[in-house]
């Protein structure tokens, strides 16, 4: 999975995040030779390579894959059904066994779903892990089946829900999973340019 410096830049990275991955890549300026996500990752850490999944063209449906594994690690933390059945949806989508229709409306009951739970949370005054998870999780999957917000279901997923809810291991295995998911790719492209 790669992208390139000027892909990034029309994204508006922040500066600081920008400056590091410059840096290492050795660069001073935004250029068209391929960066991977692996290499955002070794550089900038998992924050960043999420954010720089927006930038990867071509790997829609890994991506989508990869945010639907994200928010199923949180998915017992989900109370409304609405959120559960967007991620049935959106990997259904993934895999081309779901219309954009069917898309749309899981992302939309799904966000509704986010909604209820967030004003239920601000309501109760909510402060614990679990149920910050939980509306973190409702959102990723209704950003996962919301068609190109994908990306952002996977910076969501990755990083409010399981953060809260699991802490470092929880970082520890979504990296190991995105760096997992970007070697299928990568190993899929050679075979297909074999």
Sequence with gaps: MKTTLNEIRKHSPCEEGWAKLLRSLDK??????LVS???I??????????????????????????????ARQV????????????????????????TDDELAAAGDAAGDAAWAAAWAAARAAAGDAARDAA???AWAA????AGDA???????????????????????????RLREVCAKWEADQLKAAA
């Design 135 to 137: 509306r973190a999780a």
């Design 75 to 98: 998915e017992h933390l989900m109370e409304d059904e609405r959120s559960k059945r967007a991620l049935v949806v959106a990997e259904r989508h993934a895999n081309g066994e779901a």
């Design 142 to 145: 209704a950003r996962a089946a």
């Design 28 to 33: 001073t300026k935004a250029d068209d030779e």
């Design 150 to 176: 994908a990306r952002d279901a996977a910076r969501a997923a990755a990083g409010a829900a399981a953060w809260a809810a699991a802490g470092d291991a929880a970082r520890a295995a979504q990296e190991k």
């Design 41 to 70: 990752l070794d550089s900038n850490g998992l924050d960043d390579a999420l954010w720089c999944l927006r930038a990867v063209k071509g790997c829609d449906c890994e991506i989508r894959l990869y945010a639907v594994w994200c």
């Design 37 to 39: 996500i692996i290499q």
